[in-house]
């Protein structure tokens, strides 16, 4: 029974591995990329440490594959943002079809060698630069 439930987890794990690999494939730029792989390769990886878990039946193996899982929705979320942020900040190209940048004037600009924008900005909002 074991190995069934097992193979259904590995099969849905690597189900969800393909689709993020389909997303880094398919989706038009960086942000969208980093999301399939943060979302959908967490799960993915998720599902066949829970499949290895089954399948072994030693609790040893059981629980370290549920801390490594639990590492990986720790620091998946983290990492996809500090990438996510530092290449804002490199100005990394949108898509050209994406309608609203949320981020858009909420970063100090003047790092990124806009200070034009800056003065623009404060001038807006009747501040000093």
């Known amino acids: ?54 399948v072994s039946g030693d609790l040893a193996v059981a629980v370290k594959a549920v801390l490594v899982f639990l590492f990986l929705l720790l620091t998946a979320p983290v990492a996809a943002h500090v990438l996510g942020r530092a290449a804002y900040y490199d100005r990394v190209e949108l898509w050209d079809r994406t309608h609203h940048d949320d981020l858009e004037g909420r970063y100090d600009e003047v790092r990124i060698g806009a200070p034009d924008r800056v003065a623009d900005a404060a001038t807006a909002r009747n501040e000093s630069p």
């Open 1 to 54: 029974m074991s190995e069934a439930v097992g193979a259904i987890l590995l099969i849905s794990g690597a189900f969800f591995v393909l689709v993020a690999a389909l997303g880094v494939l398919r989706l038009p730029d960086l942000f969208m990329r980093m999301h399939a792989t943060t979302k959908a390769g967490t799960l993915g990886a998720g599902l066949v440490l829970v499949a290895a878990a089954v």
